[in-house]
């Protein structure tokens, strides 16, 4: 087993496996740019632990877990939102589904087609991105915050209203 305490721009799935290269590093959360774009710490760290094997003999496998800490915008309230992520996955790269069968349900299969390679950080990205709600909001009821925390109410019309105005019509009676 080889170890590297730094991560590499692109991962040779295939030759990392071989060799059962254990990878550990981190991240800048700048760096990943679609999760920069919605984190408000764009300057902490993504911390990242890629163990690559041979599953079966022949599908290249990584298991890892990604920790950190993203600072986001809560949907409801549009304060900070900090989320302590752990995210450990398994993935099996392969050409095509049917290299897929036969391997354990725990993990989640990346078609890589003819490449030989995959961006790190696309990697890194993918799971993080998978991992955090869909619209992040406090546990708390934080609702909508406004001035002098009163709570605005618009006067609306009922749209029937006009309806009221409009005599009906029964065979010439009012």
């Known amino acids: 087993m080889e170890k590297v305490k730094q991560l590499p721009t692109k991962i040779n799935f295939f030759n990392f496996a071989k060799k059962e290269v254990e990878l550990i590093g981190d991240l800048k959360i700048s760096d990943l740019s679609r999760l920069s ?5 764009k300057n902490d760290l993504v911390e990242v632990d890629l163990s690559f094997h041979l599953e ?14 993203l600072v986001l915008d809560c949907q409801r309230c549009l304060d900070n939102l900090e989320l302590d992520l752990k ?15 036969g391997l354990n349900d725990k993990f989640e299969i990346y078609l ?8 790190t950080k696309d990697l890194v990205t993918d799971e993080i991105l998978l991992s ?11 609702g909508l915050k406004t ?15 006009v309806l009221k105005n409009i005599k009906k019509a029964d065979f010439g009676k009012e």
């Not at 890589?112 to 961006?119: K, L, Q, R, S, T």
């Open 37 to 41: 774009e919605i984190a408000n710490n």
């Open 132 to 142: 955090i709600p869909m619209a992040p909001s406090h546990e708390f009821d934080c």
């Open 112 to 119: 890589v087609g003819e490449d030989e390679e995959i961006d």
């Open 87 to 101: 995210v450990p996955f398994d993935i099996a790269f392969t050409k095509n589904e049917s290299q897929a069968e």
């Open 56 to 69: 079966n003999g022949k599908t290249p496998c990584v298991e890892g877990i990604i920790k950190s800490k």
């Open 147 to 161: 001035d002098k925390g009163h709570i605005l109410q618009e006067v609306l019309e009922h749209p029937f209203d």
